[in-house]
């Protein structure tokens, strides 16, 4: 019986079923973020909604009038301090905390955002987060979601080792470094199809 329960435990399947289990939370709380935001978006009162548009109308103005290489810079920059901060945290015992709760925000920030254009502008809002926003904010949510997932992985171990003083799987530095440098090309692609959109496409949605 406890062969068995070995041999499942050291399968393939076991391992990466398991792995992918703080992907799945991680990947949930996005969801649950974007929902949350486009919630409250619902919920709040007509003076909330008319500041959010007022900023985010600004926003796009500003966007919209700037060249491609600031709005690529602009996009690199905000989804690298999300990578940075993530990297961080995988190097504290106690950064597991920061790694589930990021993801949770950024789901909120970008339902807000998407509820604030669908509620004020209609099937228009609608297309200009489809084909301008959410392309480049994607691309950047999956580099924070896989990020996350690196950042709980070390902070784990680091608990586990120097707090509960058990033994854990080691992760190694220079391996944890490298995947980070990898999740910020993620990040420039992102920042790319942001830069992208925002030149081709948000003429085509004159929200302000």
Known sequence: MNRTNNLKRTSPRFYSRNLNIPLI???TLFITGLVVG????HTAGSGVLEKLTRM???YSQIRSQQSMLMNFGNSFATGAFCIILLYLSGLSAWGIVPALLLPLFKGMGLGMICGTLYADYGIRGFGYCVMVILPGALLSALAVILSAK???RASSFIFARF???REAEQTSFRNYTVKFFILLLFIGFG????MLTIQFFSGLFIIW
């Open 25 to 27: 939370v991680l990947a």
């Open 38 to 41: 486009a919630i409250c978006v």
């Open 56 to 58: 985010f109308q600004n």
């Open 150 to 152: 690196e950042a709980i």
């Open 163 to 165: 707090c509960l003083s």
């Open 191 to 194: 920042a790319v199809m942001d």
